[in-house]
């Protein structure tokens, strides 16, 4: 990716962006809706703030906080302000997006100091140096501009570490290790019984990515897999590669095998022809495994 070679945060900005905007929703519905209307650019934003800010909340990433923005409202934390305001003004899908725009923008530009690339690659140095999680280094930090879940941040670091620069051994290694949790992955989680018979039950949400559930246990899985198998590339520990996998057994898209549109979660699942049949639990999928917790 010539972005990352070049540190160009700009172009790293509106890629991120793109991905960002790709949850809610269908992926037709976003990729629509993008197409009708654009997406938020890093010239865009840079340009409505060139005037300076209209609002206290735009001063800086530290400042942006508790916008309330609402597009179908048109309402704000700041309502006398909100018609000088230019985040208003990007023709997003829905206000939250907007606030997403402008935390992100306001991040890189303040905390990264225009330079993602190389607060990456400070941010895993540290972890490494202190030998800390590097997965932890990244998505922490970034978990605190609105509207990025754990679940769409390791999916969309994922790509860009993996992907980035092959010379950046340490990008890859933590690339390789962001597990998405979105909730085909947790439902085949419980459905198996593999949360069951670890003592890991939750609902759907950020406890997902705690220690000892979702995430870690298939961290675990994929220290017994040699990924090196599928791909002499990969490497051998490739946890991501474990997760997308569970994923595409799942998806209607993909291997759609065990979902809520192909089995009905009031009863066990009945689908004698599915592979795993024999060793799955085939537990049913109860309304407080699937609720999304705070």
Avoid at 218 to 233: C, W
């Amino acid at each position: 990716m010539r972005a990352v070679k070049d540190h160009d945060n700009e172009v790293l900005f509106d890629w991120l962006m793109n991905c960002f905007s790709y949850q809610g929703v269908s992926d037709a519905v976003v990729t629509s809706f993008i197409n009708a209307h654009g997406n938020a650019t890093a010239g865009q934003i840079v340009q409505d703030l060139s005037v300076g800010p209209q609002c206290d909340k735009l001063q800086s990433y530290w400042h942006f906080n508790s916008c309330g923005y609402r597009k179908a409202k048109g309402s704000c934390a700041m309502p006398s302000l909100t018609r000088r305001c230019p985040l208003p003004r990007l023709d997003l899908r829905n206000g939250s997006l907007n606030q997403t725009a402008y935390g992100l923008y306001l991040f890189m530009r303040d905390v990264t100091d225009n330079d993602l690339v190389a607060w990456i690659d400070q941010r895993l140095a540290q972890a490494e140096a202190n030998d800390t999680s590097g997965v932890h280094a990244l998505i922490e930090p970034l978990a605190h501009v609105h509207g990025l879940s754990f679940k769409v941040l390791n999916m969309t670091l994922a790509m860009l570490l993996l992907a980035g620069d092959p010379k950046r051994d340490t990008w890859k290694t933590t690339g390789a290790q962001m597990v998405a949790i979105d909730t085909l992955v947790h439902n085949w989680l419980h459905r198996t019984g593999i949360l069951r018979g670890l003592d890991a039950e939750h609902a759907y949400g950020t406890g997902c990515q705690r220690e000892g559930s979702c995430a870690d246990i298939l961290r675990a899985a994929a220290e017994r897999i040699d990924a090196r198998a599928y791909n002499g590339d990969y490497p051998r520990v490739f946890p991501r590669f474990v997760q997308f996998a569970v994923w595409r057994f799942c998806a209607q898209q993909e291997f759609d095998q065990c979902n809520g549109v192909r089995i009905n979660d009031v009863r066990r699942c009945r689908q004698h022809e599915c592979i795993l049949f024999d060793d799955c639990a085939r537990l049913k999928l109860g309304r407080s495994t699937t609720a999304t917790t705070a």
